[in-house]
């Protein structure tokens, strides 16, 4: 047998590998070049854009995600559990804590309404929003993302 072709192979073996756990894997990063963005735009616009819509120069970021232009530093997983959950976690929880009661009561009535949104979606739904999202992000924060999603778990 040629050489050439044993290395073809696996090769290909290797690409259908990386291909499947793509797919299969819950941490896969979201990409902008295989969601579908306009379905993203628009399942933005009809469940998304009443609460989350541009301000002050800072298109599609404050406060989209809750984190003031600063979600990229996120990992894509983190992206798709805070929008199914409506949190922030633990480290906005805290922040919060200094709020008065009725603030803490608005922010918590705002959660549950995003809950409530994204349990119509499907998950496919949900990662292409994200995806748009992310295409108005900086090259450079685009870039960051990339690194931080591609960390090795902490052991």
Request: aromatic content about 8%.
């Amino acid at each position: 047998m040629d050489g050439r072709f044993v290395m073809l192979f696996v090769m290909l073996l290797v690409l259908l590998y990386v291909g499947w756990r793509g797919v299969t894997n819950p941490d896969a990063m979201i990409s902008m070049a295989s969601a579908d963005l306009k379905q993203g735009e628009e399942n933005f616009n009809k469940h998304c854009a009443s609460c989350h819509f541009a301000k002050e120069g800072i298109p599609l970021k404050a406060p989209v995600l809750g984190f003031y232009g600063n979600e990229y530093r996120l990992t894509d997983r983190q992206l798709v559990e805070t929008a199914k959950s409506g949190g922030h976690g633990k480290e906005q929880e805290a922040k919060e804590a200094a709020l008065g009661e009725d603030q803490r009561k608005q922010i918590q009535a705002m959660r549950e309404s995003m809950r409530k949104t994204t349990a119509k979606l499907s998950g496919g739904e949900v990662r292409d929003i994200i995806a748009f999202l992310k295409k108005s992000w900086t090259s450079d924060a685009q870039l960051e993302h990339w690194v931080i999603t591609h960390q090795p778990p902490d052991q």
